[in-house]
């Protein structure tokens, strides 16, 4: 059960630099989500989706951006990369929204911004 | 401000030992209240959800209890292993409109089982 994948796991970026993270699932779940998590915080939310070609702004939102051209995918992307963006990055799925269902985390993938 | 504190910050307890996390919160409404356990490198794992009007919810040797009064959540532990070392992260869903696919998350607390 491959579940939810992220990709890259692992990347070192220099400030100005551009990226994109992958997120796959493979549940069928209409829902997907990217949070950031930084150490002795909680993890906090970036952008998420409700659906094929559904985007929405979560808590942190500048900076980012994302698109959900296919159910299955969601992009995280960094346009101009800041060492204020490094963090451990996590995507997540759900088949209903939050107040009732169950969220589902990928491995994450951790960015240095140098 | 909808917060989610939780304490302590790190514990460390022997193999086979009992342990209490804490949580308070202010989100209010709320759906349900969650913990997850953290591995180091790895995502936030489910263990228990907890709608508003439920006061316990066990899974395996994790029991999870709320008191919705107070707005205090505790996550214990029972006989403890060393596979049970890993952050504990309590997380609320707040019930308000437009925020349904919204949750708020605690710091979480390091847990360290020694043999």
């Known amino acids: 059960n491959a579940g939810v994948t992220q990709t890259p796991k692992f990347r070192v970026l220099k400030t100005g630099q551009s990226m994109t993270l992958l997120c796959a699932q493979d549940m069928n779940h209409e829902y997907m989500y990217w949070y950031r998590q930084d150490p002795g915080m909680g993890l906090r939310l970036i952008h998420y989706s409700v659906g094929e070609g559904t985007t929405a702004k979560g808590e942190v939102p500048d900076g980012y951006n994302v698109s959900r051209l296919k159910k299955q995918n969601f992009l995280l992307g960094l346009e101009s990369a800041a060492p204020s963006q490094t963090s451990v990055y996590f995507c997540?799925?759900?088949?209903?929204?939050?107040?009732?269902?169950?969220?589902?985390f990928g491995e994450g993938s951790r960015l240095t911004v140098l | 401000k909808n917060q989610v504190e939780q304490s302590p910050q790190s514990l460390i307890i022997l193999e086979g030992k009992n342990c209490t996390l804490q949580?308070?919160?202010?989100?209010?409404?709320?759906?349900?209240l969650r913990w997850y356990k953290q591995d180091t490198g790895r995502g936030p794992v489910s263990l228990t959800i907890m709608t508003f009007s439920e006061n316990t919810k066990s899974n395996g040797r994790y029991t999870a209890t709320l008191d919705a009064d107070t707005k205090q959540s505790s996550l214990h532990i029972t006989a403890s292993q060393l596979s049970d070392s890993a952050s504990y992260i309590c997380?609320?869903?707040?019930?308000?409109?437009?925020?349904?696919?919204?949750?708020?998350f605690g710091a979480g607390t390091r847990l360290a089982v020694h043999p």
């Open positions: 997380v609320v869903s707040p019930s308000a409109p437009g925020g349904y696919n919204k949750l708020i």
């Open positions: 997540a799925s759900s088949y209903r929204q939050l107040n009732t269902g169950e969220l589902f």
């Open positions: 949580c308070n919160y202010t989100v209010s409404p709320f759906s349900n």
